[in-house]
T-cell receptor
Framework: DADVTQTPRNRITKTGKRIMLECSQT?????MYWYRQDPGLGLQLIYY???????NKGEISDGYSVSRQAQAKFSLSLESAIPNQTALYFC???????????????FGPGTRLTVL | GIQVEQSPPDLILQEGANSTLRCNFS?????LQWFHQNPWGQLINLFY???GTKQNGRLSATTVATERYSLLYISSSQTTDSGVYFC???????????FGSGTKLNVKP
């Protein structure tokens, strides 16, 4: 079984709808991240969480919210989806380090979201 | 935030050829990783290499932290090496990664 899973893998929705993307991990890592990738570009950080009670905004958090339901689960919500949120969304995990992320990030398979 | 620049942006190789991909970054980092994104979109960790040199089969990577760059070497390229290669860095005491825009590699048979 994959260490980091994302559901759904593909989703098509309409403008204005609320969408939730879910991420689960079995690696036992404290840190979890949500990234967005636009076609032909690198990844941009949306939100990150160091533990259940610690959630932080990334570079592009406007229009998104997150929930860390447990150490293993981190959900991303689009409250009112718009077409320019069409992208590939990745969840990632990493181990906590004393001075920042000192270990490898492990990525889920991605969710391809299309907003019409 | 930190600037991460990758070169070249696009690369076309004949199967069997060697290549070098470069990642420059604008500040001191305590974490640098190389990833391969395959044509299906999946991101695969290649190396965690904040400094020094590592090798894994036909791939190797070198990071010269004092000069703020990292190199990824691909030898005897295969069609399965095609995809996009990303460099990602994290600053000391900052807890998020910055990604470059990637090098898109196409290996032709």
């Amino acid at each position: 079984d994959a260490d980091v899973t994302q559901t759904p893998r593909n989703r098509i929705t309409k403008t204005g709808k609320r969408i939730m993307l879910e991420c689960s991990q079995t690696k036992g890592h404290d840190r979890m991240y949500w990234y967005r990738q636009d076609p032909g570009l690198g990844l941009q950080l949306i939100y990150y969480s160091f533990d259940v009670k610690d959630i932080n905004k990334g570079e592009i958090s406007d229009g998104y919210s997150v929930s860390r339901q447990a150490q293993a689960k981190f959900s991303l919500s689009l409250e009112s989806a718009i077409p320019n949120q069409t992208a590939l969304y990745f969840c990632a995990t990493s181990e906590a380090g004393l001075a920042g992320p000192t270990d490898t990030q492990y990525f889920g398979p991605g969710t391809r979201l299309t907003v019409l | 935030g930190i600037q991460v620049e990758q070169s070249p942006p696009d690369l076309i190789l004949q199967e069997g050829a060697n290549s070098t991909l470069r990642c420059n970054f604008s500040d001191s980092v305590n974490n640098l990783q190389w990833f391969h994104q395959n044509p299906w979109g999946q991101l695969i960790n290649l190396f965690y290499i904040p400094s020094g040199t590592k090798q894994n089969g036909r791939l190797s990577a070198t990071t010269v932290a004092t000069e703020r760059y990292s190199l990824l070497y691909i030898s005897s390229s295969q069609t399965t090496d095609s995809g996009v290669y990303f460099c990602a860095v994290a600053l000391y005491n900052f807890n998020k990664f910055y990604f470059g825009s990637g090098t898109k590699l196409n290996v032709k048979p």
